[in-house]
Nanobody, 126 residues
Framework: QLQLVQSGGGLVQLGESLRLSCAASGFTSGYYDIGWFRQAPGKEREEVSCISSSSGTTNYAESVKGRFTISRDNAKNTVYLSMNSLEPEDTAVYYC???????????????????WGQGTQVTVSS
């Protein structure tokens, strides 16, 4: 059973940076893509970014392109989301999620993912 444990997050000022981590365990073979999603109060969960384990390709939501970077350390089974130039609109609970299997490209759709981290709060004040 694949498990995801998140760390990072917190309260920052406008324009500052944060890095979120998502450590995977319990999946000793095969491929799994990682996606990052976020959910603000009163809103639906939305895509942020994803990274493919087979190709290393990445994808980003338009709202975070150029500010957020997703990366993967396979030796540590950990995926990072580096967030720069944070804005109050980025305030949300952030979730990482895993999609087991071999895919040419990672997916930015919530329904594609089977395993979810516990979520971590990111708050950006102005």
């Amino acid at each position: 059973q694949l498990q995801l444990v998140q760390s990072g997050g917190g309260l920052v000022q406008l324009g500052e940076s944060l890095r979120l981590s998502c450590a995977a365990s319990g999946f000793t073979s095969g491929y799994y893509d990682i996606g990052w999603f976020r959910q603000a109060p009163g809103k639906e969960r939305e895509e942020v970014s994803c990274i493919s384990s087979s190709s290393g390709t990445t994808n980003y939501a338009e709202s975070v392109k150029g500010r957020f970077t997703i990366s993967r350390d396979n030796a540590k089974n950990t995926v990072y989301l580096s967030m720069n130039s944070l804005e109050p609109e980025d305030t949300a609970v952030y979730y990482c999620a895993a999609r087991a299997g071999f895919f040419r490209r990672c997916a930015l759709e919530v329904y594609e993912y089977n395993y979810w981290g516990q979520g971590t709060q990111v708050t950006v004040s102005s």
